[in-house]
Nanobody, 122 residues
């Protein structure tokens, strides 16, 4: 059974940090990239960044460059999203998704997690 399970969301003050986790199971993790998306209330889901096979962070939002980074622990089949200098506009439900290549196009993804809420208070 394919599963992507996000964790680590919560309430944080502006300027603070959070680390989200995306734990994968049920598929060959090494054959897929993980992209982080987010969806704020009343807005469409948007791609945040993809961690490529080569380990690069491919950013889809200029607003998170320099603040967000993704890393991967192969032994744990987990990708992390480190979020620093958080702003109120980062408030959203964050999702991880898997497919065989990086893309900001959400419908193209094969697998999705259930999402984790991140709330940044100003």
């Amino acid at each position: 059974q394919v599963q992507l399970v996000e964790s680590g969301g919560g309430l944080v003050q502006a300027g603070g940090s959070l680390t989200l986790s995306c734990a994968a199971s049920g598929f060959t993790f090494d054959d897929y990239v993980i992209t982080w998306f987010r969806q704020a209330p009343g807005k469409e889901r948007e791609g945040v960044l993809c961690r490529s096979f080569s380990g690069l962070n491919i950013y889809y939002l200029d607003s998170v460059k320099g603040r967000f980074t993704a890393s991967k622990d192969n032994a744990k089949n987990t990708v992390y999203l480190q979020m620093n200098s958080l702003k109120s506009e980062d408030t959203a439900v964050y999702y991880c998704a898997a497919k065989r290549s990086c893309s900001a196009y959400a419908p193209s993804y094969d697998y999705w997690g259930q999402g984790t809420q991140v709330t940044v208070s100003s």
